[in-house]
């Protein structure tokens, strides 16, 4: 089953625009992950913050967590058609279990 | 890219045969995880290997079966294939046991159909 939902299911936006994306999950977590997919190939590792966290920052992207209402953001700034891509989030529950959401599909209009 | 490797890239087989997927994980890491994710959904853990242990495993029946060998490379095994089996089975090496405590890298996949 799946922990995380991300919100929303698609975003298209021109490129230069900021993106966010929001997730929210269940159950309590050790840390919260983003990833991203490009047309249906490996994920590629973003961004970890851990639950004592509550916001990160690598590069163009910034993340929040907020463990009170069980949800994070990514947020990327100065979008790239290059940036054009699936962002999933994964949380690492107390269960010890990995759980992604079902993702956002960016797309990155030139 | 990352240093962890897949083959075969694409199979195609037909209900009620078996498959192997190999994985190759990247240099230093002793830890393989697997996924399964369906078309338009997010990866569905499968089970994870640290150190040539099962350490762990998702909502999967037996048929789905894996072996870690001492160079860390890793096999995902499925028998008695169904048409529900279809997807993109992902590898993920990491350094460490815990599924979502270290960064994972993934490999480019390898795209199962079943006919």
């Known amino acids: 089953s799946q922990q995380g939902e991300e919100d929303p299911q698609a975003l298209s936006i021109q490129e230069g625009e900021n993106a966010t994306m929001n997730c929210s999950y269940k159950t309590s977590i050790n840390n919260l992950q983003w990833y991203r997919q490009n047309s249906g190939r490996g994920l590629v590792h973003l961004i970890l913050?851990?639950?004592?966290?509550r916001e990160k920052h690598s590069g163009r992207l910034r993340v929040t967590l907020d463990t009170s209402k069980k949800s994070s953001s990514l947020l990327i700034t100065a979008s790239r058609a290059a940036d054009t891509a699936s962002y999933f989030c994964a949380t690492d529950a107390l269960d010890n279990d990995m759980r992604f959401g079902a993702g956002t599909r960016l797309t990155v209009k030139p | 890219e990352t240093g962890v490797t897949q083959s075969p890239t694409h199979l195609i087989k037909t209900r009620g045969q078996q498959v192997t997927l190999r994985c190759s994980s990247q240099?230093?890491?002793?830890?393989v995880s697997w996924y399964q994710q369906a078309l338009g959904q997010g990866p569905q853990f499968i089970f994870q290997?640290?150190?040539?242990?099962?350490?762990g495993r998702g909502n999967f029946p037996p048929r789905f079966s894996g072996l870690q060998f001492p160079n860390y490379s890793s096999e995902l095994n499925v028998n008695a294939l169904e048409l529900d089996d279809s997807a993109l089975y992902l590898c993920?090496?990491?350094f460490g046991a815990g599924r979502g405590r270290h960064e994972q890298f993934f490999g480019p996949g390898t795209r199962l159909t079943v006919l």
């Open positions: 240099s230093g890491h002793n830890t």
């Open positions: 913050i851990r639950s004592n966290e």
């Open positions: 290997y640290y150190r040539e242990e099962e350490n």
């Open positions: 993920a090496s990491s």
